[in-house]
DNA sequence: GTCCTGGTTC
DNA sequence: GAACCTGGAC
């Protein structure tokens, strides 16, 4: 069904070279920075980065004893301080045990026993700090995937079935993991936004089934798809129209 | 000004 | 389905 996943990287790739992700220095800094980007553009997880860093929090001895009233302030462009600043220090905690070790797929498990891990946090850490082989789904992922292939698939299912549909069609292989999720992030930024997707300028247009919808090849420069109120998941999504008034 | 965004928990 | 938060888009 639909075009292989692998072209659809391809496809980025052509577009906008190897995006070297994830963007930081140490794997302890890809933990950090995987709490502070929940639900959170990654211009203002650079912010709070910056500001823990000059402080020196991003030693993950020091985090790992920071009271919530010291993380405070560094934090405050990300928003969600009160439950990022306590996740902060455990993670440090959990970094700390494990830093030094051979990286387990079982460590995943580790993870999401963290209150305020969920399974994107714990798969940006194994892929990106560790390169254990765990495709990392995030919303662009979905809503990029969604548009590409059209109704019918698993871009609303939970978070591992999805996961499941991906890695089972891609060569198991970290490198191609690390770099497909930094190209995904790169066409949501760029085009496939969430609110009027700017089609004629995306990498993917020529597989995607929203761009190519009504049988035009894809709309001309500035004359992106029509659409109403704001894009559905895809283009045909059967919603039941209930009471619509 | 109000709306909208994005992971996780309850 | 709402709460947690910010700053950019409208």
């Not at 494990?98 to 946090?121: A, D, K």
């Not at 919303?139 to 995937?145: F, H, Q, V």
């Not at 247009?205 to 894009?231: H, T």
Request: charged share 25%; proline share 10%.
């Amino acid at each position: 069904m639909g075009i292989p996943l692998i072209w659809v990287y391809q496809q980025a790739y052509q577009a906008y070279g190897h995006r070297f992700w994830w963007p930081a220095r140490t794997p302890f800094e890809v933990v950090v920075g995987a709490v502070l980007t929940q639900n959170v553009l990654w211009e203002r997880v650079e912010r709070a980065i910056a500001l823990l860093e000059d402080a020196g929090w991003l030693e993950p001895g020091r985090l790992a004893h920071a009271t919530p009233d010291e993380l405070r302030p560094h934090l405050q462009p990300v928003g969600y301080y009160s439950r990022k600043a306590p996740l902060l220090r455990e993670i440090a905690r959990w970094y700390l045990d494990h830093r030094h070790r051979i990286p387990q797929p079982s460590w995943r498990g580790e993870l999401l026993n963290i209150h305020g891990v969920g399974p994107e946090t714990a798969d940006s850490i194994l892929l990106y700090a560790f390169h254990l082989p765990v495709f990392v789904v995030d919303a662009y992922t979905r809503r990029i995937l969604s548009r590409v292939y059209g109704v019918p698939g698993p871009w609303d299912a939970p978070y591992d079935r999805l996961r499941g549909w991906i890695e089972q069609r891609l060569p198991r292989d970290v490198a191609l993991y690390q770099d497909f999720h930094a190209q995904l992030v790169e066409v949501g930024k760029r085009s496939c936004k969430r609110r009027r997707p700017r089609c004629s300028q995306c990498p993917l247009r020529s597989v995607c089934a929203y761009a190519l919808r009504d049988g035009k090849a894809f709309a001309p420069a500035g004359e992106d798809p029509p659409r109403r109120s704001r894009p559905r998941e895809g283009p045909g999504k059967a919603v039941p129209r209930a009471i619509a008034r």
